[in-house]
Every structure is written in C-alpha cells, then in structure tokens.
C-alpha cells in the first residue's frame, strides 16, 4: 500500500473536527490515516507526500512505527514547489509499487484540490497505474465553505475535480471517496480496510512431550519407598 497524502497549502484549512476541537485537514488526514496503518501490521506500506511535486516521504516497509513517526512529520510546507501534482503522486507512487510480487497492490490517494502542476497527466498515470495491477482509491477532503486564512485565501474556493478523482478510481478498479467531515473520512478508510483483506497463510509447528510417564515412574517410587519403609519398621498395632 501506499499513501499518497496531499500537503499543499491548502490543506491547512480548519473545517474539521478532532477529538472534540476544530482541526486542520492535514491533522484529520494524518490521526485517520495512523489508525488505518495500525489496523495492517501484515502489510508493507509506504508514504508518498505531494504539493507541487511528489516526495517520497518513506520507502514501502514493515516497520510500522518508524512509518507512523514519518507520517506525523507531514505538513505543508515540506515541499518547496507548490501546487497539486496528482498525476506525478500517482506516477512516483506506482513506481514503487510495481516491482512488487504481491497479490494486492493499492495506493490511497488523499486530496483536497485538482491536478495543476507537475509533468504527467492524472488520467495518463492512472492507466499506467491500471496497467501495473495497481487499484486506487481517491478521496476529496474538505467541505466547500473551507478557506485559507490570514488573507491568503478570502473567499471559500472548491478546488476538487470530482470527475478527474472518479476516473481515477474507475480505470484502476478503485473507488471514489467524497469526505466532508472526520466520522466519513474514518468510515472510508475502514472501508478501504475490508475491500483490501488478504488472506495470510501461517504455517505452525506445534511440539508436544508426553509427561506422564516421569509422573507415573516418580508415584511408582514412592510407592516402593512406602512399602520398603513399612516393612522395615511396621507401624505400632492400636
């Protein structure tokens, strides 16, 4: 699996709710997306951030807890060149997906804006991607009244190309996500987390050692013992 988590700027917008308190998108993306990656400790995962070009924030791998340390590093800002490059997310994202021998090999996609930098089409990357038996999953974060403060951003704006993100999922066999609030955001990777169950065989040799025989030959000596005992001291007649 890997997470392809948008980091533009507009991903700091705070129209989400965390644990009780108003919350950033990146904040809510990053909390869901740990609880997701300690729901698959079986699964090789690698984390693939993006503004205005990708940057491979971790390699594919099992140790998971250094992975979550990566994740929590996430914020906008990391990448110098701004923008929304989905296209080359998706492409530096089957790249390392694709010499993989694994049954299932899946990127999620984490976005909050339309393909506007980067040199590789979101539509061309996905077929490529499709080509390589990687399914994605492409989920739009944010609600429409969010907007950046600070003067940066004065009126709400929705960035989101919807039929972009669909056809993403559709030629790669995935799924569209349309997320507006944190309980939905939740749902959706836990569905994620179902339709990409692989069964993992386990093979378990169990060693057993018969006790039973030292417990009988030790009764057998006590026995002995006792009988030797009194019949060499008798015990007093009442």
């Known amino acids: 699996i890997i997470l ?5 700027y507009s991903m700091q917008i705070v129209d989400f709710r965390l644990n009780g308190r108003r919350a950033q998108r990146i904040t809510t993306a990053k909390s869901t997306a740990e609880a997701f990656i300690k729901q698959r400790p079986s699964d090789r995962i690698g984390i693939v951030a993006f503004s205005g070009r990708p940057y491979v924030t971790s390699p594919i791998t099992l140790e998971h807890e250094w992975l979550i340390d990566q994740l929590r590093e996430l914020q ?12 080359s997310a998706i492409a530096a994202s089957a790249t390392r997906l694709h010499d993989r021998e694994a049954k299932s090999k899946v990127v999620i996609l984490v976005t909050d804006g339309s393909n506007n930098s980067g040199r590789v089409a979101p539509i061309e990357a996905a ?32 960035e989101f190309d919807t039929q972009t993100l669909q056809e993403i999922a559709r030629i790669t066999g995935g799924e569209y996500y349309r997320v507006r609030n944190t309980d939905t ?54």
């Open 4 to 8: 392809a988590m948008d980091i533009s």
């Open 76 to 87: 906008p800002g990391l990448i110098k060149e701004q923008g929304t490059a989905i296209g």
């Open 127 to 158: 077929k490529h991607a499709a080509k390589l038996g990687i399914k994605i999953y492409a989920i739009a974060i944010g609600t429409e009244e969010g907007r950046l403060s600070n003067g940066i951003q004065s009126h709400p704006q929705q």
């Open 185 to 238: 955001l939740r749902d959706t990777f836990s569905s994620i987390d179902q339709l990409e169950k692989t069964e993992i065989k386990q093979h378990i040799t169990v060693s057993t050692e018969e006790l039973f025989p030292w417990l009988t030959a030790l009764s057998l000596v006590l026995v002995t013992l006792s009988i030797t005992i009194q019949s060499i001291k008798p015990p007093t007649a009442p």
